[in-house]
Nanobody, 125 residues
């Protein structure tokens, strides 16, 4: 089992930036990739913001985050960080950290085995 604890969600003005952090604990060595998904409204599908492989550090960004997001990892601290800039009201939502064990895929919701509880980001003036 892997536990994921997110932090950093807050109210941000349009054009602002923020940093979300996710700390993993438990069976860390089983993780292939970690990612950030978001759900903009209750009941909406989760969409990928960014993903990173744990060992190689390869990254993938969702279309909505291209050019505005940066994902990084610190394996010594078992932490994945998402930095987002030039935030827009449509970036508002619940952001979830996820960890997946399979190397067959790492950009779909179904590729991930463990999820955090989510952290709320609100972009509003």
């Amino acid at each position: 089992q892997v536990r994921l604890d997110e932090s950093g969600g807050r109210v941000v003005p349009p054009g602002g930036s923020l940093q979300l952090s996710c700390v993993a604990s438990g069976d860390i060595d089983t993780i292939y990739a970690m990612s950030w998904f978001r759900r903009r409204t209750p009941g909406a599908a989760r969409e990928l913001v960014a993903a990173i492989t744990r060992r190689g550090g390869s990254t993938y960004y969702g279309d909505s985050a291209q050019g505005r997001a940066f994902i990084s990892r610190d394996n010594d601290k078992n932490t994945v960080t998402l930095q987002m800039s030039n935030l827009k009201p449509e970036d508002t939502g619940d952001y979830y950290c996820a960890a997946g064990r399979s190397n067959f895929g790492w950009i779909q919701v179904n590729d991930y085995d463990f999820w955090g509880q989510g952290t709320r980001v609100t972009v509003s003036s």
